[in-house]
T-cell receptor
Framework: RKEVEQDPGPFNVPEGATVAFNCTYSNSASQSFFWYRQDCRKEPKLLMSVYSSGNEDGRFTAQLNRASQYISLLIRDSKLSDSATYLCVVNPSTGYGGATNKLIFGTGTLLAVQP | AAGVIQSPRHLIKEKRETATLKCYPIPRHDTVYWYQQGPGQDPQFLISFYEKMQSDKGSIPDRFSAQQFSDYHSELNMSSLELGDSALYFC?????????????????FGEGSRLTVL
C-alpha cells in the first residue's frame, strides 16, 4: 500500500464546474501537507500548503483531517488552465518536531477541464 | 526571480554508460534534493544535501552518487546505466532543513533533466 493514495482520475469536468480531490496518507506522524500541481512533462509546483484549520486561496480550498488522515482539495469555477495533475504531498516528521523534507508524493489526480 | 537551474535538460545514453546531472539551487538556499520520476510515476526522493553534507537518503541505487559543492550546486552521478534509469530527474532546493529548525516544508523544483537510456 502506498504511503499517499489518490484517485488517479482522470476527472473530466466542464469549465465553471466545482471539483474535489481526495487523498489519504498512512503515516499518522506526518508533519506537513501540500498540494502540488504538475503540468505534462513539467516540474511539480507548489499550489498550496494544507493547514489543520483548512485554508483557501482564491478558487482553491484545502482541508486536512488528521484523525482520518485525509486531505482534500476543492477547485471552484474550474478554468481550462486548471487542467493538470494534482499531487497530494506529505512531508514526514523527523520525530523531533520538524519535518524531513523527504516529500512523499501521491501518484496524482489528472484533471481535464473541457470548454 | 532566479529559480532552480538544471542541466542538461535532455540526455540520451546507452546501457552501461555514465551520466552526470547538475543542479544550481536558488541563491541562498542551502539544501538540495534529488527526485526521480519514472514514466507515469510519482516523484521518488533519492537524496538530499545540507551545507554540502548528505542529510538524507532515499531510494537511490548504489550505482548513483551525488555531492554538493562549496557554491551549493549539486551533481548526481549515475554509472552502469540501465534501461530502468530512464526518467525525469528533478532537483529541488529549500532554505533550511529540520536540522536547523528553519525548514518551511516548501521545496522549489527545477524543470528537470530527462534521461533516456537506450
Amino acid at each position: 500500500r502506498k504511503e499517499v493514495e489518490q484517485d488517479p482520475g482522470p476527472f473530466n469536468v466542464p469549465e465553471g464546474a466545482t471539483v474535489a480531490f481526495n487523498c489519504t496518507y498512512s503515516n499518522s506522524a506526518s508533519q506537513s501537507f501540500f498540494w502540488y500541481r504538475q503540468d505534462c512533462r513539467k516540474e511539480p509546483k507548489l499550489l498550496m500548503s494544507v493547514y489543520s484549520s483548512g485554508n483557501e486561496d482564491g478558487r482553491f480550498t484545502a482541508q486536512l483531517n488528521r484523525a482520518s488522515q485525509y486531505i482534500s482539495l476543492l477547485i471552484r469555477d474550474s478554468k481550462l488552465s486548471d487542467s493538470a495533475t494534482y499531487l497530494c504531498v506529505v512531508n514526514p516528521s523527523t520525530g523531533y518536531g520538524g519535518a524531513t523534507n523527504k516529500l512523499i508524493f501521491g501518484t496524482g489526480t489528472l484533471l481535464a477541464v473541457q470548454p | 526571480a532566479a529559480g532552480v537551474i538544471q542541466s542538461p535538460r535532455h540526455l540520451i545514453k546507452e546501457k552501461r554508460e555514465t551520466a552526470t546531472l547538475k543542479c544550481y539551487p536558488i541563491p541562498r538556499h542551502d539544501t538540495v534534493y534529488w527526485y526521480q520520476q519514472g514514466p507515469g510515476q510519482d516523484p521518488q526522493f533519492l537524496i538530499s544535501f545540507y551545507e554540502k553534507m548528505q542529510s538524507d537518503k532515499g531510494s537511490i541505487p548504489d550505482r548513483f552518487s551525488a555531492q554538493q559543492f562549496s557554491d551549493y550546486h549539486s551533481e548526481l552521478n549515475m554509472s552502469s546505466l540501465e534501461l530502468g534509469d530512464s526518467a525525469l530527474y528533478f532537483c529541488a532546493s529549500s532554505l533550511g532543513t529540520a536540522r536547523t529548525g528553519r525548514e518551511t516544508g516548501e521545496l522549489f523544483f527545477g524543470e528537470g533533466s530527462r534521461l533516456t537510456v537506450l
